[in-house]
């Protein structure tokens, strides 16, 4: 090799041994320059802010169907629901609070589950029976059913007044009072039979009440009474009572309808007696008319006798007479008397003979 070449590579392994601290590798060189954005430096910076307070305090809310939002500003709140939709706010002095206006429901019962439960979602809240008091302070459980929601117009005002728990403000003491207060009037037995008129009572006394709020809070849709649910002995009672009702009216039953036989009965036999005393009426009819119509044929004939005809009669049996007396010489002759014409009586063992003036 010649000599200028190794003088060059010797030349060059001494300065990488000097630039990697004589190992002979080289040192890897970290000095980066920082971007430079110039003039718009300041504007990214701050719109990386404005986005990461945006992301943290999120300045917007929106506002589900079946709901209408309530702008607070320092803790006042606005007058005017917000409508479904996308809604801003300022973070920190603002708030939007949305509230639920769709139907809820209330049910009072005496389910085994019964106890405060609220299905998230549903408008369904379940409490336990209403307990009761009647006139002489037997316990008794009312289950009922209340429908009703929000009045969407004046649903700041109502928060305002009543907070976020405004139906365990309105509408659960309400209904309890009144319940109990229209069912102390009466006693345990008589429930059952003025199950109606109760019904009709509470609905009437919730609604005046609920409607009579100012602003109007709320709108009640529905009040059903589903049971009233007596205390186990009163019941046992009621149903005893009810049992001896029901044979009562199968014995007036039974009666009645013994009393409608007999009736029966009677009307059939006085039906038949009519039936026999008509036909009888008719038999005795016909004999007069017949006994009549004979008087009366017997009295013409008589008016048409007259000396001639008695005459003509006598000469037609004088005829007979002597006919009999030519055919039996034994014939006996004998008149009746007062009459005129005279009666034959043959006395003769010779039965041709007999038999022949007989037939005569």
């Known amino acids: 090799m010649p000599a200028d070449l190794n003088d060059y590579f010797n030349k060059k392994r001494n300065e ?27 504007l990214l910076y701050a719109l990386i802010v404005i986005i990461a307070i945006f992301a943290i305090a999120r300045p917007f809310a929106i506002i589900q169907s079946g709901q209408v939002g309530i702008l607070s500003t320092a803790g006042k709140f606005e007058p005017n629901p917000l409508q479904p939709g996308l809604h801003f706010f300022i973070p920190f002095i603002q708030e939007i609070i949305p509230v639920d206006t769709k139907v809820r429901i209330i049910n009072y019962t005496s389910n ?21 008091l009647d006139s002489r302070n037997l316990p008794v459980s009312v289950d009922v059913t209340i429908q009703y929601r929000l009045n969407a117009t004046n649903a700041p005002q109502t928060i305002a007044a009543w907070g976020l728990s405004w ?44 409607d009579n709020l100012p602003n109007k809070p709320v709108e009640l849709l529905a009040v059903q009474l589903r049971e009233i649910i007596l205390p186990p002995k009163v019941k046992e009672q009621i149903e005893r009572v009810q049992i001896a009702k029901q044979e009562a009216e199968r014995t007036k039953y039974e009666v009645e309808r013994a009393n409608q036989e007999a009736l029966k009965k009677a009307a059939l036999a006085k039906g038949n007696a009519e039936a026999v005393k008509i036909e009888a009426q008719g038999r005795a ?14 009295k013409e004939i008589a008016k048409s006798l007259d000396r001639s005809l008695l005459e003509l009669k006598q000469i037609e ?14 014939a006996k002759i004998f008149l009746t008397p007062g009459g005129a014409v005279p009666n034959i009586w043959v006395d003769t063992k010779d039965k041709p003979k007999q038999s022949a003036i007989e037939g005569k």
């Open 16 to 42: 990488n041994s000097n630039n990697n601290g004589g190992n002979g590798f080289k040192k890897p060189d970290f000095n980066f320059k920082k971007p430079d954005f110039g003039k718009f430096s300041g």
């Open 112 to 132: 085994e589950d019964s106890g405060e439960i609220n299905v998230r979602g549903s408008g369904i809240i379940r409490k336990a029976s209403v307990s009761v």
């Open 167 to 210: 139906e365990n403000k309105i509408i659960d003491p309400v209904v309890k009072e009144i319940v109990r207060g229209v069912v102390a009037k009466y006693t345990a037995e008589e429930l059952p039979s003025n199950r109606q008129v109760i019904a009709k009572d509470i609905d009437k006394f919730i609604r005046d009440y609920i």
């Open 285 to 298: 009819d016909a004999v007069k008319i017949e006994a009549d119509s004979t008087a009366y044929a017997n």
């Open 317 to 330: 049996t004088q005829a007979k007479f002597n006919e009999a007396l030519r055919e039996n010489s034994d």
